[in-house]
Nanobody, 124 residues
């Protein structure tokens, strides 16, 4: 069974940066597309960014475009989310997700594997 584990969350002031990491492990790990989602209190989980197997295909939510960068290291089976120019509205629990197929997707239901989440809090 594939497991995903996020790290790197924390408390940061507005305008600051954080880098989230997500490591995949367990079973025969074969993950194609990986993505990041987030869920703020009282809101539904929303798409943030996704990246294809080769790393050349990426897609971002409009709310984070130009501020966040998703990348991956397949040798380490790890995906990263570099978050710059953070805003208070970025405060949420951030979840890593993966799927065995290659086409990138923004749909939550397309992802098979999920991490437990890491809290990101941006103070004003």
């Amino acid at each position: 069974q594939v497991q995903l584990e996020e790290s790197g969350g924390g408390l940061v002031q507005a305008g600051g940066s954080l880098r989230l990491s997500c490591v995949a492990s367990g079973g025969n790990v074969r993950i194609g597309t990986m993505g990041w989602f987030r869920q703020a209190p009282g809101k539904e989980r929303e798409f943030v960014a996704t990246i294809g197997w080769s790393g050349t295909s990426t897609y971002y939510a409009d709310s984070v475009k130009g501020r966040f960068t998703i990348s991956r290291d397949n040798a380490k089976i790890t995906v990263y989310l570099q978050m710059d120019s953070l805003k208070p509205e970025d405060t949420a629990v951030y979840y890593c997700a993966g799927r065995p197929l290659r086409p990138i997707t923004t749909s939550r239901s397309d992802y098979h594997y999920w991490g437990q989440g890491t809290q990101v809090t941006v103070s004003s």
